[in-house]
Structure formats: structure tokens, C-alpha cells
């Protein structure tokens, strides 16, 4: 199986952080720090990606929190 960061998964279907964060009810900035590293994407909002873009969340790189 072939995995795929959040990022990849956004912009394969063209959206942008701004447009994903509407979707999803978030800010651009919890986004980015999601795609980044810098938070850690609850469940629920895993499986609201998912749903979303159409990957699997096994698909999907879930960047490690950093300090």
C-alpha cells in the first residue's frame, strides 16, 4: 500500500489550506500546522479528512507532533 501526506492528500484535489480548513470548520492555520508537525490531528478530524479527500486513514502519513 502506498501511503501519502496530508498535504499530497489536499492537493490532489485541488484545494488549497484555506479551502480544506472551510470544509473541514477549521482555521488555515490548524492546517498547516497539522500538515507540518506542529499539532496532532484529533480522530475525528482524521476521519473528516478522510471522508473528505477519499483516503483511507491507513493511507495517509500522520506527520509526528514536534517540540
Known amino acids: ?5 496530508l498535504a499530497a492528500a489536499r492537493v490532489s484535489k485541488g484545494w488549497t489550506q484555506a479551502e480544506m480548513a472551510k470544509k473541514m470548520g477549521v482555521s488555515r492555520q ?8 506542529k499539532r496532532t490531528m484529533k480522530p475525528s478530524y482524521i476521519y473528516m ?3 473528505l479527500t477519499g483516503f483511507d486513514e491507513h493511507e495517509l502519513i500522520l506527520p509526528k507532533k514536534s517540540i
Open 1 to 5: 500500500m502506498q501511503r501519502i501526506s
Open 30 to 37: 490548524t492546517i498547516f500546522d497539522w500538515e507540518s508537525g
Open 49 to 51: 479528512f478522510c471522508g
